[in-house]
């Protein structure tokens, strides 16, 4: 009877999975989200459609830094090209985006001003230097009441090649994709920071372009992959200010992987 009551409850599952239509709608400046975006329609079926704007941008770091501020600054945000998809057709959209000025990037501001997201069902996906994840679906759900933005996935630039196996859990734990995943535990308790931990951190951050603070406790799990770590850290805003944020860092299972930070959580 288990057995049968099991089976019917992973038929329907599957039923349900195939009567959703999904579609993959993404904005990609330099090409790392369009990677995201194709691997997540490679894994899920969905359609795929990508958001161009009438007057592209550079795709250099610094002009796209002054145009985006100028935009922001005039509220005057880009004009898009129009889609030729219809997102009335669908019920799940994966809306993906390069995170800029700790949120979605500016063309995603002019898309959610043409298009009725209404009743949709609305899964983040972004590419960053360090996070962005967390604020980003907040805006979404700010900028989106009637819609439902649901957990999404993010993924450092730096780590793009490891979307593909993070995608494949993700899309497996929240239904999106047949199959099942063990669930990974959750981490220990935040302790001091040993000498060795502060080490594991200095390796993975140290090298990105701007200071990320010093951590003062870590919380760790044990995962198939190896070990994941989960920094609370101690530093300084954008404004100067003390803040503190949450690190997240990764070290593989094999004798010669390195730590890894796989985002910031601000």
Known sequence: MKRLLLFIAAMTAMTTLSAQRMLVLYYSETGTTKTVAQELQKQTGADMESIECVEPYSGNFQETIQRGQR?????????????KKKVADYDIVFLGYPIWFGTYANPIVSLLKEQDFAGKKIVPFCTFGSGGLNTSSDALRKALPKAQVLEGYGVRTARVAAASKELDRFLKENGYKKG???????????????????????????????????????????????TDYKYTVKGRGMNGEESTSVIFVTVGKAADAKPEFTQVVR
């Open 71 to 83: 935009e922001m600054q005039s509220g005057n945000y880009p004009a898009l090209k129009a889609l």
């Open 180 to 226: 099942r995943v063990a669930k990974l535990p959750d981490y220990s308790a935040q302790q001091p920071v040993t000498d060795q931990e502060k080490a594991i951190f200095d390796a993975a951050c140290s090298s990105y372009q701007f200071p990320l603070g010093t951590p003062q406790t870590v919380g760790k799990r044990t995962t198939p992959d190896g």
